[in-house]
């Protein structure tokens, strides 16, 4: 029985409802939503309708017209950031984020905009207050990580979008590993951007996500062609969300987001929150009793979100994950994750961490059976 322990990177299984409403979007739903009076059109233009109604209520966004369908949290990102900034802004990030985060800074800092990167303490903990301390008058926006990929330490969010809110500072959060697992208010938590990607907690396919924009928010459009709309123009539609959705809509990836969040809804984000924080408490548990293995990340489960990072005394983690994967038949991933500078604040740069992300679907004999073979592998014993 093959155990999938890498849902921080794409969660899998989906629940039987997103297979079939990907399926039913292809079969029947085939048409260009936007692009045709025919009825295949028209019934594609509802389904992408009800979704972004159905998604605009989950991250308790009263305008769905605010968000935007993309392929993901990094072209969110990407919009956000190139359609936003300009040069002699000033741009706070953290040392925790992703790498969808700080390569598009490095390349608009080349192009004149500043930027200040606040570091995090060895749990990968980033304080609210050197947040603010970063900031001078030259600052327009915050990026920052909701929890992190690799240590799943949790952000101070709420406080740096308070604190946002009082300076005027645009505040984008990177949802990526909190969204489905953690409810996520946008007016509540002071976020001006959100960045979703569809294919983690929120069990759609790969190829799908979302970025929230807050009324009033300046964005320029990342892409521009085809709307559906407005054709005459030489210029993009001023309207949302149509002005940054050019090109043909995803509409089967879209149909299963919209089925994945249902999913969440009828069986309750609380429930799922529980279930996955006991993976966690018992698999930071069990790690911590082996000796010769390390655990970062911030302690307690009200600071830990879903990832759970590891290393074992004069194991390569990359041996770790070739011998969990070829002998006990348990997928985690390892190395840098795609976050350099966490690795570099908590001490596991350059060989980085094994990684191992439980989801809903994962059981406790799963997580028991994981810990049970690190142990065997931190003996020299790697098979069962």
């Known amino acids: 029985m093959l155990i999938y322990l890498d849902n921080s990177a794409t969660s899998f299984p989906k629940p039987e409802a997103v297979y079939r409403a990907v399926d039913s979007a292809f079969r029947d739903c085939g048409a260009n939503p936007g692009r045709g009076g025919h009825r295949m059109s028209l019934d594609a233009s509802r ?63 080349k192009s004149g905009v500043s930027l200040s990167i606040v570091d995090a303490d060895a749990s990968g903990s ?42 005027n500072l645009l505040f984008l959060v990177d949802a990526a590993q909190t969204a489905g697992h953690i409810p996520i208010d946008v007016d509540a938590l002071g976020v001006d951007l959100l960045a979703l990607p569809g294919h983690k907690g929120l069990f759609a396919p790969p190829g799908i996500g979302c970025l929230y924009v807050r009324e009033g928010v300046p964005l320029r459009p990342l892409i521009h062609g085809g709307t559906g709309g407005q054709s005459e123009q030489d210029e993009m539609p001023l309207q949302m969300p149509e002005r940054f959705e050019s090109g043909t809509l995803n509409t089967p990836g879209i149909a299963g987001l919209k089925a ?4 969440i809804t009828e069986v309750g984000l609380n429930a799922i929150m529980a279930h996955e924080q006991q993976l ?41 994950g070739f011998i969990l994967d070829q002998d006990y038949d348990i997928m985690v991933r390892v190395g840098l994750h795609c976050a350099p500078g966490a690795h570099r604040m908590i001490g596991t740069f350059p060989a980085g961490t094994v990684r191992v992300s439980p989801g809903y679907f994962t059981t406790i004999d799963q997580i028991e059976l994981l810990i049970q073979a690190v142990h065997k592998i931190s003996l020299g014993q790697n098979r069962f």
């Open 47 to 109: 389904l992408v309708f009800s979704a972004r109604e159905t998604i605009a209520d989950f991250f308790s966004i009263a305008d769905a017209s605010r968000l935007i369908f993309t392929s993901g949290a990094t072209e969110a990102i990407n919009t956000a950031l190139f359609g936003l900034l300009n040069p002699g802004d000033h741009v706070v990030t953290t040392a925790m984020e992703h790498n969808s985060v700080l390569r598009p800074l490095r390349v608009l800092e």
């Open 126 to 167: 980033v304080s609210a207050s050197s947040i603010a301390a970063a900031c001078t008058d030259a600052t327009r926006m915050v990026v920052m990580t909701h929890c992190s990929n690799v240590t799943g330490t949790l952000m101070p969010i709420e406080t740096v979008g308070e604190f946002c809110r009082g300076k």
């Open 260 to 263: 994945g969040i249902e999913f």
């Open 280 to 320: 966690v408490d018992l698999l930071v548990r069990g790690l911590n009793s082996i000796d010769g293995v390390t655990v970062y990340g911030k302690a307690g489960s009200g600071h830990h979100g879903g990832a759970v990072s590891f290393t074992c005394q004069n194991r390569d983690p990359s041996e770790i």
